[in-house]
């Protein structure tokens, strides 16, 4: 019979973390990232763009919807807009506030 030698183990440090655990939580890192950076995108491109008032027309206020027209009197300032509930009555608010 052979003799039976014994291998050195490597001695690993119990601070460091196995080299898997640290792949993986930079891999999480990497998904949260990811996934904040696409939820910015999505906010972004969910909000209304901003018109610029100071070149708008009645005829453009026409055709925007209610969400496009509380950015608009937002930006305008208009008081009580968080009130109003009818587009008409918030078109005719924004025109009281448009710059001529």
């Known amino acids: 019979m052979a003799p039976h030698f014994e291998q050195p183990q490597a001695s690993i440090s119990s ?5 898997s655990s640290l ?13 904040e950076a696409i939820r910015g995108v999505e906010v972004e491109a969910a909000q ?3 018109p610029d008032v100071s070149t708008l027309t009645p005829s453009q ?16 300032d208009v008081p009580d ?3 109003i509930t009818e ?3 918030l078109m005719e608010a924004i025109r009281r506030y448009l710059p001529r």
């Open 15 to 19: 601070a460091a973390p196995p080299i």
């Open 23 to 35: 792949a993986g939580r930079q891999d999480d890192e990497a998904m949260e990232d990811a996934a």
């Open 48 to 50: 209304p763009e901003l």
């Open 61 to 76: 206020l026409e055709s925007m919807n209610i969400d496009e027209l509380r950015v608009v009197a937002k930006e305008l």
């Open 81 to 83: 807009r968080a009130t």
């Open 87 to 89: 587009t008409d009555e």
